[in-house]
């Protein structure tokens, strides 16, 4: 089992970064496939990006391609996503997933750990 702590989020203007951070408990983080997942008010739960456990593979929502980098340091057990040229429609929770069994990194239903969400807000 993993526990996931997700931190970074805040307020920023439109063009702007942030960094979202995911903080894994487990000895075998290493193993897991781990998702950035987000949520606006009165939508669905949306796939945002995902990572292979080796860090090799990555998959972007055509939404935020070009303009978000997820990343993982297994060694420090850490996710992060790398916002940049925000808009205000990127205005959610977001939240970090993991699986030790995921078939489809964009796909909820395969996640069975989430952290508690962070909250973004991108002023226009």
């Known amino acids: 089992q993993v526990q996931l702590v997700d931190a970074g989020g805040g307020l920023v203007q439109a063009g702007g970064s942030l960094r979202l951070s995911c903080a894994a408990s487990?000895?075998?983080?290493?193993?897991?496939?781990m998702g950035w997942f987000r949520q606006a008010p009165g939508k669905e739960r949306e796939f945002v990006a995902g990572?292979?456990?080796?860090?090799?593979?990555?998959v972007y929502a055509d939404s935020v391609k070009g303009r978000f980098t997820m990343s993982r340091d297994n060694a420090k057990t850490m996710v992060y996503l790398q916002m940049n040229s925000l808009k205000p429609e990127d205005t959610a929770v977001y939240y970090c997933?993991?699986?030790?069994?995921?078939?489809?990194?964009?796909?909820?239903?395969?996640?069975?750990?989430w952290g508690q969400g962070t909250q973004v807000t991108v002023s226009s």
């Open positions: 487990g000895r075998t983080f290493s193993t897991y496939g």
């Open positions: 990572i292979r456990w080796s860090g090799s593979i990555t």
């Open positions: 997933a993991a699986s030790n069994a995921i078939v489809s990194l964009t796909d909820r239903h395969g996640y069975p750990y």
